[in-house]
Nanobody
Framework: QVQLVESGGGLVQAGGSLRLSCAAS????????MGWSRQASGKERELVAAINWSGSNRYYQESVKGRFTISRDNAKNTVYLHMNNLKPEDTAVYYC???????????WGQGTQVTVSS
């Protein structure tokens, strides 16, 4: 089992920045990919960004390319999502995920709210 705890969400004005963190604990010895998905009110959950174990492969949803950066610190078992130039349409609950890719992940965090005001 892997436990994921997100932090760093909040309220920010459009054009602002936030950094989300996700700390993994439990059976983190395995080499697992990690990612961030988001779910806006009334919409389906969508993958925003993902990163493989070594960091050599990263995926970004088209709408966040050039604004969001995913990174990880394996020594700290932590993955980050740096979000710049935030837009109101980025408002959602952001979930950390581990052990998968695309829409299929083994483990999920509890989510952290990101609200971008216009």
């Amino acid at each position: 089992q892997v436990q994921l705890v997100e932090s760093g969400g909040g309220l920010v004005q459009a054009g602002g920045s936030l950094r989300l963190s996700c700390a993994a604990s439990g059976r983190t010895g395995s080499s697992v990919a990690m990612g961030w998905s988001r779910q806006a009110s009334g919409k389906e959950r969508e993958l925003v960004a993902a990163i493989n174990w070594s960091g050599s492969n990263r995926y970004y949803q088209e709408s966040v390319k050039g604004r969001f950066t995913i990174s990880r610190d394996n020594a700290k078992n932590t993955v980050y999502l740096h979000m710049n130039n935030l837009k109101p349409e980025d408002t959602a609950v952001y979930y950390c995920a581990a052990g998968g890719w695309g829409s299929a992940w083994l483990y999920w965090g509890q989510g952290t709210q990101v609200t971008v005001s216009s």
